[in-house]
Protein backbone atom coordinates (compact mmCIF):
# COMPACT_ATOMS: atom_id res chain seq x y z
CA UNK A 1 0.00 0.00 0.00
CA UNK A 2 3.02 2.28 1.17
CA UNK A 3 4.45 1.26 -2.46
CA UNK A 4 0.92 2.43 -4.57
CA UNK A 5 1.12 5.71 -2.31
CA UNK A 6 4.89 6.80 -2.85
CA UNK A 7 4.27 5.77 -6.48
CA UNK A 8 1.15 8.34 -6.86
CA UNK A 9 2.62 11.27 -4.89
CA UNK A 10 6.08 10.80 -7.48
CA UNK A 11 3.57 11.14 -10.48
CA UNK A 12 1.67 14.12 -9.12
CA UNK A 13 4.83 16.29 -8.70
CA UNK A 14 6.28 15.31 -12.33
CA UNK A 15 2.62 16.36 -13.48
CA UNK A 16 2.79 19.66 -11.56
CA UNK A 17 6.17 20.25 -12.72
CA UNK A 18 5.18 19.90 -16.26
CA UNK A 19 2.13 22.19 -15.24
CA UNK A 20 4.20 25.08 -13.97
CA UNK A 21 6.32 24.93 -17.20
CA UNK A 22 3.55 24.87 -19.82
CA UNK A 23 1.84 27.18 -18.04
CA UNK A 24 4.88 29.84 -18.17
CA UNK A 25 4.99 28.95 -22.13
CA UNK A 26 2.27 31.83 -23.92
CA UNK A 27 0.60 30.00 -27.44
CA UNK A 28 1.23 31.24 -30.35
CA UNK A 29 -1.10 32.93 -32.21
CA UNK A 30 -0.90 30.68 -35.47
CA UNK A 31 -1.62 27.56 -32.87
CA UNK A 32 -5.02 29.18 -31.94
CA UNK A 33 -8.14 28.07 -32.99
CA UNK A 34 -8.75 26.74 -36.99
CA UNK A 35 -7.23 29.54 -38.42
CA UNK A 36 -3.67 29.05 -39.60
CA UNK A 37 -2.98 33.44 -38.92
CA UNK A 38 -2.72 35.80 -36.05
CA UNK A 39 -5.98 36.22 -34.36
CA UNK A 40 -5.57 40.02 -34.49
CA UNK A 41 -5.14 39.52 -38.07
CA UNK A 42 -8.44 41.12 -40.00
CA UNK A 43 -8.81 40.13 -43.41
CA UNK A 44 -10.08 42.43 -45.91
CA UNK A 45 -13.47 40.73 -47.09
CA UNK A 46 -13.37 40.10 -51.41
CA UNK A 47 -15.00 42.62 -53.38
CA UNK A 48 -18.45 41.55 -55.72
CA UNK A 49 -20.73 42.96 -57.97
CA UNK A 50 -24.57 41.44 -58.17
CA UNK A 51 -25.44 40.33 -61.31
CA UNK A 52 -26.73 43.47 -63.30
CA UNK A 53 -29.49 40.84 -64.99
CA UNK A 54 -32.74 42.87 -66.31
CA UNK A 55 -35.85 40.64 -64.34
CA UNK A 56 -37.18 39.87 -67.55
CA UNK A 57 -33.36 38.28 -68.97
CA UNK A 58 -32.13 36.75 -65.83
CA UNK A 59 -32.79 33.55 -67.25
CA UNK A 60 -32.88 30.40 -64.38
CA UNK A 61 -29.97 29.88 -62.29
CA UNK A 62 -28.65 26.13 -61.42
CA UNK A 63 -29.34 25.45 -57.56
CA UNK A 64 -26.91 24.63 -55.21
CA UNK A 65 -28.76 21.35 -53.98
CA UNK A 66 -31.29 19.28 -54.55
CA UNK A 67 -34.40 21.25 -53.12
CA UNK A 68 -32.43 24.43 -52.60
CA UNK A 69 -34.57 27.73 -53.43
CA UNK A 70 -34.04 29.45 -56.38
CA UNK A 71 -31.34 32.06 -56.44
CA UNK A 72 -32.36 35.69 -57.91
CA UNK A 73 -31.59 35.74 -61.28
CA UNK A 74 -31.44 39.54 -61.48
CA UNK A 75 -30.81 42.43 -59.68
CA UNK A 76 -32.66 43.65 -56.81
CA UNK A 77 -31.17 47.26 -55.73
CA UNK A 78 -34.59 48.50 -56.67
CA UNK A 79 -36.57 45.97 -54.90
CA UNK A 80 -35.26 46.35 -51.49
CA UNK A 81 -35.56 46.57 -48.50
CA UNK A 82 -38.61 43.74 -48.36
CA UNK A 83 -41.27 44.58 -45.87
CA UNK A 84 -44.74 43.27 -45.51
CA UNK A 85 -46.33 46.45 -46.51
CA UNK A 86 -43.84 46.95 -49.71
CA UNK A 87 -42.81 43.64 -51.46
CA UNK A 88 -42.18 44.63 -55.10
CA UNK A 89 -41.28 40.63 -55.80
CA UNK A 90 -45.05 39.59 -55.26
CA UNK A 91 -45.91 42.19 -58.37
CA UNK A 92 -44.35 40.09 -61.01
CA UNK A 93 -43.71 36.54 -59.07
CA UNK A 94 -47.82 36.04 -57.51
CA UNK A 95 -49.56 34.70 -60.45
CA UNK A 96 -51.54 31.72 -58.66
CA UNK A 97 -52.81 30.87 -62.24
CA UNK A 98 -49.68 29.48 -63.28
CA UNK A 99 -48.84 27.36 -59.95
CA UNK A 100 -48.18 23.80 -61.34
CA UNK A 101 -47.84 25.11 -64.20
CA UNK A 102 -44.75 24.48 -66.84
CA UNK A 103 -42.78 27.53 -66.99
CA UNK A 104 -42.45 29.51 -70.39
CA UNK A 105 -38.96 31.09 -71.18
CA UNK A 106 -39.87 35.18 -70.36
CA UNK A 107 -42.15 35.00 -67.78
CA UNK A 108 -41.07 35.44 -64.05
CA UNK A 109 -41.27 32.19 -62.03
CA UNK A 110 -44.60 31.49 -60.09
CA UNK A 111 -44.55 31.59 -56.35
CA UNK A 112 -45.16 28.23 -54.91
CA UNK A 113 -48.13 27.15 -53.40
CA UNK A 114 -46.49 26.78 -50.60
CA UNK A 115 -46.15 30.54 -50.61
CA UNK A 116 -49.96 30.96 -50.52
CA UNK A 117 -52.37 30.05 -47.38
CA UNK A 118 -55.09 29.65 -50.32
CA UNK A 119 -53.84 29.34 -53.83
CA UNK A 120 -57.69 29.57 -55.23
CA UNK A 121 -58.11 33.11 -53.59
CA UNK A 122 -55.06 34.21 -53.82
CA UNK A 123 -53.95 34.68 -49.73
CA UNK A 124 -50.40 35.04 -49.97
CA UNK A 125 -49.24 33.55 -46.82
CA UNK A 126 -47.05 36.89 -44.98
CA UNK A 127 -44.81 34.10 -42.94
CA UNK A 128 -43.50 34.31 -46.53
CA UNK A 129 -43.37 38.33 -47.50
CA UNK A 130 -39.57 38.57 -46.94
CA UNK A 131 -38.27 37.08 -50.14
CA UNK A 132 -33.94 37.19 -49.85
CA UNK A 133 -34.68 35.42 -46.48
CA UNK A 134 -34.37 32.00 -48.62
CA UNK A 135 -33.78 33.14 -52.07
CA UNK A 136 -30.52 34.93 -52.70
CA UNK A 137 -29.54 37.57 -55.62
CA UNK A 138 -26.13 35.78 -57.21
CA UNK A 139 -22.75 37.66 -57.00
CA UNK A 140 -19.62 37.30 -58.42
CA UNK A 141 -17.52 35.48 -56.08
CA UNK A 142 -15.49 32.80 -55.03
CA UNK A 143 -16.88 30.17 -52.58
CA UNK A 144 -15.46 29.79 -49.40
CA UNK A 145 -15.84 26.75 -49.48
CA UNK A 146 -15.75 23.70 -51.81
CA UNK A 147 -19.42 22.46 -53.05
CA UNK A 148 -19.40 18.62 -52.63
CA UNK A 149 -23.55 18.39 -53.15
CA UNK A 150 -24.23 15.90 -56.11
CA UNK A 151 -27.47 16.41 -58.52
CA UNK A 152 -28.37 12.92 -57.24
CA UNK A 153 -31.04 11.90 -55.53
CA UNK A 154 -30.28 10.29 -51.91
CA UNK A 155 -32.44 7.50 -51.22
Known sequence: MKKIATVGTA???VLAAQW?????????????????????EVPDPQTFEYRQADPFSGGILPRAYLGAPPQVPHDIKDFVPITRES??????H?????????KVKGQPTPLPASHYVDVKSNTMHMGRYNCTQCHTPQATVKPLVDNTFGKKRVK
Open 87 to 92: NMCVGC
Open 94 to 102: QQPDLVGKK
Open 11 to 13: LAL
Open 20 to 40: GQAADQPIPDEQLGLSKTSVY
